[in-house]
Nanobody, 121 residues
Framework: VQLQASGGGSVQAGDSLRLSCAASGHSFGSYDMGWFRQAPGKEREFVAAISWSGGSTSHADSVKGRFSISRENAKNTMFLQMNSLKPEDTAVYYC???????????????WGQGTLVTVSS
């Protein structure tokens, strides 16, 4: 499985961005998927995850109510809608594929290259 994350950019606080993660390979609809982020000087942290069917999702407390994860299996694509962005959301955002709906990055087997989101105040 190969993953390509896109949609990052530089925005002002309060703005919105929509990240996409395009997957190639077989059986996209069989995988659970997640978004993680890593800010400069910090460890990678969980952002959101979605089950293979899209029926179950999980969001980090820091983004609940602002971010929303979704997927379109017919298009082999996962999304992260990010609203009301804050400077503390600044990070490189990574998408990942695994076989367990998890907040633990060790449960994910394939990773995209990351897309940078910069939020200024």
């Amino acid at each position: 499985v190969q993953l390509q994350a896109s949609g990052g950019g530089s925005v002002q606080a309060g703005d919105s961005l929509r990240l996409s993660c395009a997957a190639s390979g077989h059986s996209f609809g069989s995988y659970d998927m997640g978004w993680f982020r890593q800010a400069p000087g910090k460890e990678r942290e969980f952002v959101a995850a979605i089950s293979w069917s899209g029926g179950s999702t999980s969001h980090a407390d820091s983004v609940k109510g602002r971010f929303s994860i979704s997927r379109e299996n017919a298009k082999n694509t996962m999304f992260l809608q990010m609203n009301s962005l804050k400077p503390e959301d600044t990070a490189v955002y990574y998408c990942a594929v695994g076989w367990v709906l998890s907040t633990n990055d060790r449960e994910y087997n394939y990773w995209g290259q990351g897309t940078l989101v910069t939020v200024s105040s």
